[in-house]
C-alpha cells in the first residue's frame, strides 16, 4: 500500500509537474539571491518639489506613497528594502553620501556622460527623441546620479522611482484634461533595459486592475522606453543588473480630494508590491 502511494506521488512528480510547469499553470520561485535589494526613491524632495496642485506638493505624494511600498515590502523577508527619503528629508546614509562623494560623485557624471558621447559618435548608439520632461536642475542631477552610483555600488536589484504627473499649462490650479499612470523605462539600447521593462510590465498589469493608464497622447503605450531621465540611468549609469523604473501614478490634480488620494495611496501600494513579488519570485 505504502509502495504504491509513493510510486503514486513520485510519479506526480516526475511527470505531472514539469507538464503543469510547462503549460504553466504552476508559478514556481524563480532562482534569485536573497534578499533582493530594492531602492524606492519619492521622486523631488523638500527643496525641490516638482509639481503642485493647491496645497498638495507632488514631493509629498511621493513620499506617502513610497513609505506605504516601504512598509509592506519590509514585511516580507525575502526583500531588503532601503529608501532615499523619510519625513524629515533625506536618510542619513543618503545624505551622508551625497555629502562626503559629492567630488567624485560629479567625476561619475562626467565621466559616464563622456562615455556615451563616444558611443554616440561612433554609431553604437542612436539618441531618440523622448517625450518631454522638466529638466533636472543641476542640484536635482547631481542627486540623481548620487543615487545612481550609490546603487551600483551597493548591489541594489531594482530601483523604484514614485511620481505623480502634471503638464505645463496656463492654469496650474485647474484639472487637467490628463489622467492615469505610465511607467518609464530605459529604452531598448540601454544596458539595463531588458529586465527594467519585464519588472515595469508586472507593475503595469497591477496598477491596470485598478488604474486606467494615462491618455496623454505621448504616454498612450503605458509603457515607455526613453533615454533621458537619470532615473533610468541615462548615459548608462546603471549597471546592467539593476532594473530601473519610474512610475507616474497619476496626474497630480486628479487626487484633489484628501480621502480618495488617501485611499489611492494604498491600492496603488499595494499593487505595486504585488507587481515586485510577482517579477521576482514567481517563473514566468
Ligand atoms: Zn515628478
Redesign the pocket.
Known sequence: MLIKRIIYILSFVIFICPILVLAGNISIPVEIKQPIKILLVP??DNEIW??QYGKIK?ADM?LVLATKIYNLLKKDKRFEVFITRDSSGYTKEFADYFSLHQVDIISFKEDVKKKMENKINNGSFVKKENVPHVSATSYMSNILYGINKWVNENNIDAVIHI???DYPRKNAWTIGKYKGFAIYTPEEQMINSKESNNLAKDIFSQLHKKYISSNYEKELDGIIPDQSLIALGSNDSLVENVRSILIEYGYIYRFGNSVMRHKAYINMANLTVVGIKNYFLLAR
Open positions: 521622486g523631488h516638482g509639481s507632488e511621493n511620481h505623480f504627473n
